[in-house]
């Protein structure tokens, strides 16, 4: 990998994470404010994850990734399937682990959401990089 290259991906994951950290920031605001309202984690962490996810698409597709297939016919669609495929996976992935740390392992509900966003994040950049944009 030639060194342009290199610190062209670095830049890429350095705006990847800006965005994230709004995306996450989001989430959990919202989250906690749904969590001290009463509401269940599931039905708090599908509404706070997807609220973020929707700012995620906006601002990776136009800003992080920079939109690499302009004007191809469908580009727009395919990348907003995928984009929502990866998503509803990493929610899943994100609602079970939340699940399984706040029942199975007693964590603390916030604790457990700062960890599950941490493995969260692996994997959305990877698949956004890899696989939608």
Do not use: C
Not at 19 to 41: E, K, P, Q
């Amino acid at each position: 990998m030639s060194g342009k290259k290199r610190n062209e991906g670095f830049i890429q994951f350095l705006k990847f994470n800006a965005v994230g950290l709004l995306n996450t920031l989001i989430d959990f605001a919202l989250f906690t404010l749904l969590h001290s309202l009463g509401m269940m984690n599931a039905p708090a962490q599908v509404i706070s994850y997807s609220a973020g996810t929707a700012n995620s698409f906006f601002w990776n597709k136009k800003v992080t990734f920079r939109d690499r297939d302009a004007g191809k016919n469908g580009s727009d669609r395919l990348q907003l399937v995928r984009f929502i495929i990866l998503n509803l996976t990493v929610l899943g992935i994100s609602v079970l682990l939340m699940h399984l740390l706040t029942g199975s392992f007693g964590i603390q509900v916030l604790i457990a959401k700062v960890l599950v966003t941490g493995i969260t994040v692996i994997i959305n950049f990877f698949g956004s990089r890899m696989w939608v944009f």
